[in-house]
């Protein structure tokens, strides 16, 4: 009997660039949650599959560019502070992260498709002026959607784009690293400053949440709405696609990222909690 075909190790080295796009989806359809949207035919929920994943991929760029240049900027004072936490390696990790999202997006984005999230200058003042408690709480809850985005897949039987697949499995994997280092810069500032400080600064979290979410709704509607055109689409399924809830992964990062502050030990992730978790309701 012939032996069975050995595993591949996954590793950034072993992702191979060279495999075609799928004629059908890049990832499951279920995960984007358009279950709503009627009368779509078979190639236009392929092309809106494409342009979804697309855009996923973009916000997940943008994310990596604020943690970036975040810590470019700020990476000797940090370090200074945590002197016991590898941010270089951190560093490294989240440029290694982004060159391979933006090679994602280079083999999948459709012809024509300019960037929808560019960068502005809003974004350097945040990476400027953003305290280090509200940007490792940001991160924190960030990196636990992109950890849950391999199992949400993993939930839908299929053939999907293995670099992709790929590079979503290795960042995971890293996320739990940078994930425990955002732990520890909170605890560290729990346990060092003023409760009202420290409070305040995570709470900084929720309108820095909603900046985001206004400019990826704003991208989104922008990208839809060239899409319905392209597409001919009804005003009925303009609407309905326009009304993006969060993804399948999102949901389960965002649960992750509760279940863990559930037990605070660091001010204003009570309310954070309770304001997230309104969200998911």
């Known amino acids: 009997m012939p032996a069975a075909p050995a595993k591949r190790r996954l590793s950034w080295a072993s992702i191979d660039w060279t495999e075609p796009l799928p004629a059908g989806f890049l990832l499951p359809e279920e995960l984007y949650r358009f279950e709503t949207v009627p009368g779509l035919i078979w190639a236009q ?14 916000l997940m760029l943008h ?13 000797r004072r940090l370090a200074r502070r945590h002197p016991d936490l590898d941010l270089p390696r951190l560093l490294r990790d989240e440029r290694r992260h982004a060159k391979a999202l933006g090679r994602v997006l280079k083999k999948i984005r459709p012809a024509g498709h300019r960037r929808l999230l560019p960068w502005t200058r809003t974004d350097g003042a945040l990476v400027r002026f953003v305290p280090a408690t509200t940007f490792f709480t940001l991160a924190s809850l960030c990196e636990e959607m992109a950890r849950a985005m391999p199992a949400a897949i993993d939930e839908h039987a299929g053939e999907w784009f293995d670099p992709l697949l790929d590079v979503m499995r290795l960042l995971a994997r890293e996320e739990r690293r940078h994930i425990a280092i955002d732990d520890a810069v909170l605890l560290d500032a729990a346990a060092s400053r003023p409760a009202s400080l420290v409070k305040a600064q995570v709470l900084f979290t929720i309108p820095l949440l909603g900046y985001l979410d206004r400019r990826v709704r704003r991208a989104w509607t922008q990208a839809i709405d060239r899409f319905a055109d392209e597409e001919g689409l009804t005003r009925e399924q303009r ?18 990222f509760l279940a863990r502050k559930r037990c605070a030990r660091v001010p204003g992730h009570a309310t954070l909690r309770r304001v997230l978790q309104a969200q998911l309701c």
């Open 63 to 75: 994310l990596k560019r604020y943690v970036i240049r975040y810590l470019e900027r700020h990476l």
């Open 45 to 58: 929920r392929v092309r809106l599959n494409h342009l979804a994943t697309c855009f996923r991929f973009e």
């Open 239 to 256: 609407r309905a696609l326009r009304d993006k809830k969060p993804s399948r992964a999102d949901v389960a990062g965002i649960r992750a």
